[in-house]
């Protein structure tokens, strides 16, 4: 491995690895080390990683310099050695599962990702990879896009100083009502569209 080569986060936002988000981070993974990326995978839960929030990692705005506890400088020196960060994850009620909210919430902190007269995030990317069980022309699917392009693209990546913030939703997740070929016609084009996704990163 060269010294020089970029490196990339995978944040897999699911409790199971057998899951189908899991499946889509995998796979991001691979095609990014193809791609020429070192890559590090973060397995939130396989790491045991601890979702509450607690009086340690509360920011304190009068001192953004606060020690936090070692858990979350250990995951921010990872976010800090990403050049692309790729959070993996199921949408949850129109939102990020309490899993990937918890990383965000403790890790993404004050004096961190944010607060600081230069960013730390300057010059990263990022790319949001949602799944959804709900069909790209359900009504409410517009309230996933909202969520995608408001409170993640724009309320965390881009208030941490990340404007090359991409967001892709894989609708459909569990193939409702579908067999055979046309099932895995769906998951095809489901995969495909993710690895899309992941080639705008490379
Ligand atoms: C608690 C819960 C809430 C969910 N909320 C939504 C939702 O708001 N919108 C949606 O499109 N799908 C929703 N779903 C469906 C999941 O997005 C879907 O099960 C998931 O993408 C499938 O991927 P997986 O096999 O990796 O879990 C929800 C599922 C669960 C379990």
Redesign the pocket.
Known sequence: MSETEPTALVVIG?HRSD???AAVAERAAKRLAAGGYRVDVLHLEEEAFDPRGNTADEPDYGNRDKRYSEEVHRHFARVRAADVIVPVF?????GLPALLKGWIDRVWNYGLTYGRSRSPMAGKRMLWIA????AEDDPN?RL?RDFLDGPLRVGISEYCGIPDAATVALYD??GQGLTGSERDRHYRELFARADAAVDGLL
């Open positions: 699911h899951s189908l988000t199921p949408v949850w009620w129109y799944l959804a069980g709900l699917s996933t997740s569990e």
